[in-house]
């Protein structure tokens, strides 16, 4: 009998820890792929700790999957084993609507299947992500990783990489365009590299002074400290385009206020507390937007993979043993790490002697 070595939360209170399960027969069409690296998400930590209040228990979080195909079900023609590949935060959708149609599978108006806290959609098991040593998953939802980058700093390209990556490039942003990133964490600083590559002009806000010249080495024109009134000021009326990626409440209004006429504020950011309803005037007169973004498509974040194999972007990361999960969830809580945490799943396995 398989077994799959993974680490879970068995409730909102509780420390991750190892919990094994049984990982389901290959289907005709699944690609069993060996996990090398996984990427820890902010959003892992929502839901361990049920912040969205919807978590199914126990729950293996991890959707920054980066692997090794191990084996692949007898009609499944898209992967070899021994190929390198990713799976995000989507393991299937309906596959019929008018949104995964037209390849927007994240906005499958039956709901995608999550990578975990996802119910399986022939046998309604939950589903398990990253955090272990294995994931079997269809094919249709398996990307291919560039074999120029790095493995461990792709990881975080299959959530951080993609979330950032569809509204720049939804919202056009490229030379000419003056783009501000909010927030340099694993997505923020992903959004500053991949802002940097298409060619537009970045401004990073932060709220860490500490970033500033991590912030301009990330590829960012100019860093400003958003807590500081003046700086905020200087920027005003300027940008066509802000993607917010701060992971709680606060006030947005001090960022509209930095949009041209038309300009749009994306939030990507999803906090345990909504944000207080912005000014309405701010909006109204400079016909200015809010709108939200949800990670990307399949064939969008294949996309964004080989723009990152073209242009050599991987995230920063600081690689950790699977045991140190829960110290990095309380120092992600302090924006303390620079700029991703990464598991090296090797760690998983030698913990369980597999
Ligand atoms: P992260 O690494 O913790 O980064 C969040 C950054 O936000 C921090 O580094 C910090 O940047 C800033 N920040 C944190 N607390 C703040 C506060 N109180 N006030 C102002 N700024 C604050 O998190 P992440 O993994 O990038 O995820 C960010 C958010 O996006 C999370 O809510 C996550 O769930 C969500 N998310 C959404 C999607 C989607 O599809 N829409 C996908 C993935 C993740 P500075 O130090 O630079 O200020
Ligand atoms: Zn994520
Ligand atoms: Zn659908």
């Given at each position: 009998?398989?077994?799959?070595?993974?680490?879970?939360?068995?409730?909102?209170a509780?420390?991750?820890?190892?919990?094994d399960?049984?990982?389901?027969?290959?289907?005709?069409?699944?690609?069993?792929?060996?996990?090398?690296?996984?990427?820890?998400?902010?959003?892992?930590?929502?839901?361990?700790?049920?912040?969205?209040?919807?978590?199914?228990?126990?729950?293996?979080?991890?959707?920054?999957?980066?692997?090794?195909?191990?084996?692949?079900?007898?009609?499944?023609?898209?992967?070899?084993?021994?190929d390198?590949?990713?799976?995000?935060?989507?393991?299937d959708?309906?596959?019929?609507?008018?949104?995964?149609?037209?390849?927007?599978?994240?906005?499958?108006?039956?709901?995608?299947?999550?990578?975990?806290?996802?119910?399986?959609?022939?046998?309604?098991?939950?589903?398990?992500?990253?955090?272990?040593?294995?994931?079997?998953?269809?094919?249709?939802f398996?990307?291919?990783?560039?074999?120029?980058?790095?493995?461990?700093?792709?990881?975080?390209?299959?959530?951080?990489g993609?979330?950032?990556?569809?509204?720049?490039s939804?919202?056009?942003?490229?030379?000419?365009?003056?783009?501000?990133?909010?927030?340099?964490?694993?997505?923020?600083?992903?959004?500053?590299?991949?802002?940097?590559?298409?060619?537009?002009?970045?401004?990073?806000f932060?709220?860490?002074?500490?970033?500033?010249?991590d912030?301009?080495?990330?590829?960012?024109?100019?860093?400003?400290?958003?807590?500081?009134?003046?700086?905020?000021?200087?920027?005003?009326?300027?940008?066509?385009?802000?993607?917010?990626?701060?992971?709680?409440?606060?006030?947005?209004?001090p960022?509209?206020?930095?949009?041209?006429?038309?300009?749009?504020?994306?939030?990507?950011?999803?906090?345990?507390?909504?944000?207080?309803?912005?000014?309405?005037?701010?909006?109204?007169?400079?016909?200015?937007?809010?709108?939200?973004?949800?990670?990307?498509?399949?064939?969008?974040?294949?996309?964004?993979?080989?723009?990152?194999?073209?242009?050599?972007?991987?995230?920063?990361?600081?690689?950790?043993?699977?045991n140190?999960?829960?110290?990095?969830?309380?120092?992600?809580?302090k924006?303390?790490v620079?700029?991703?945490?990464?598991?090296?799943?090797?760690?998983?396995?030698?913990?369980?002697?597999?």
């Amino acid at each position: 009998m398989k077994i799959t070595h993974a680490y879970a939360a068995q409730d909102a209170a509780s420390p991750l820890a190892p919990f094994d399960y049984q990982p389901r027969a290959l289907r005709h069409h699944d690609v069993e792929i060996e996990i090398l690296y996984c990427g820890v998400c902010h959003s892992d930590l929502h839901q361990a700790r049920n912040e969205w209040k919807n978590t199914l228990f126990p729950v293996v979080p991890g959707h920054e999957i980066v692997g090794r195909v191990l084996a692949v079900g007898d009609h499944a023609s898209k992967y070899r084993v021994g190929d390198l590949v990713g799976v995000g935060c989507m393991v299937d959708s309906c596959r019929t609507c008018p949104s995964c149609d037209e390849g927007l599978e994240q906005y499958c108006e039956n709901g995608f299947t999550g990578t975990y806290n996802g119910e399986d959609r022939e046998t309604g098991a939950i589903t398990y992500g990253g955090y272990a040593t294995n994931v079997v998953v269809h094919e249709d939802f398996v990307l291919k990783v560039p074999e120029n980058l790095d493995p461990a700093g792709a990881a975080p390209l299959l959530c951080a990489g993609i979330t950032t990556y569809s509204p720049l490039s939804h919202w056009g942003a490229g030379p000419g365009k003056k783009v501000g990133i909010v927030g340099l964490g694993g997505l923020g600083h992903m959004g500053v590299k991949i802002a940097h590559a298409m060619g537009a002009e970045v401004v990073l806000f932060t709220t860490s002074e500490s970033k500033i010249a991590d912030g301009k080495r990330l590829g960012a024109d100019q860093v400003v400290i958003s807590k500081d009134a003046e700086q905020m000021a200087a920027q005003a009326n300027s940008f066509d385009l802000i993607v917010n990626t701060v992971a709680a409440q606060h006030d947005l209004n001090p960022f509209i206020t930095l949009l041209k006429r038309e300009g749009t504020l994306v939030l990507v950011g999803a906090p345990e507390h909504d944000h207080p309803s912005p000014q309405v005037f701010n909006l109204i007169f400079k016909r200015r937007a809010i709108a939200g973004s949800l990670i990307g498509g399949i064939q969008e974040t294949q996309e964004m993979l080989d723009f990152c194999g073209k242009h050599n972007l991987v995230s920063d990361i600081e690689l950790i043993n699977m045991n140190q999960i829960n110290d990095a969830y309380e120092r992600m809580l302090k924006s303390d790490v620079k700029y991703r945490f990464v598991i090296d799943i090797d760690s998983l396995r030698q913990e369980a002697g597999a």
